[in-house]
């Protein structure tokens, strides 16, 4: 049934037809917004050592480092968003330890243990254990 405008009453406006959306440009418009949002501006990491940062499974972890240890152990140590935190593990799986520095170039300070990272080289130090000398791999 067609109603002309004047019975249903002033607030009834007509939209020139230049303005007027299609289905089908709706739709087109649809698919663009939903492919954009699929995107990452963040690129897949080459590393295998980053592959479960850049799983999302820590938005805070803004990069990793792997360390080989004077003793044969491996270290894990991801760095945190605001630059004075990091979190240490042993790449066997090991629980991680978060150690935070007062300030850039600081020591990472935790519970009972403590880090010093200068260019590529860590020592960590824990409470009853002796020193540990790590180097970038």
Known sequence: ???????IGPALKQVPRRLRSSGASLAVAALIILSA??????APSSNPHDEDH????NPQIIGRHIYGCDDGAQI???????????EVRST?????????????????IG????????????TIN???HPAQACRRI
Not at 76 to 86: H, P, Q
Request: charged fraction near 15%.
């Open 126 to 128: 824990r409470q009853g």
């Open 92 to 108: 066997a799986g090991g629980k991680p330890v978060r150690l935070s520095a007062p300030g850039q170039g600081l020591q990472y």
């Open 1 to 7: 049934m067609f109603v002309a405008p004047t019975e």
């Open 54 to 57: 850049f799983a999302g499974t």
């Open 37 to 42: 949002a699929g995107c990452s501006s963040q």
């Open 76 to 86: 894990t140590v991801d760095f945190l968003a605001d630059g004075l935190t990091i």
């Open 111 to 122: 519970d009972r243990i403590t880090a010093d990272a200068t260019g590529g080289q860590m």
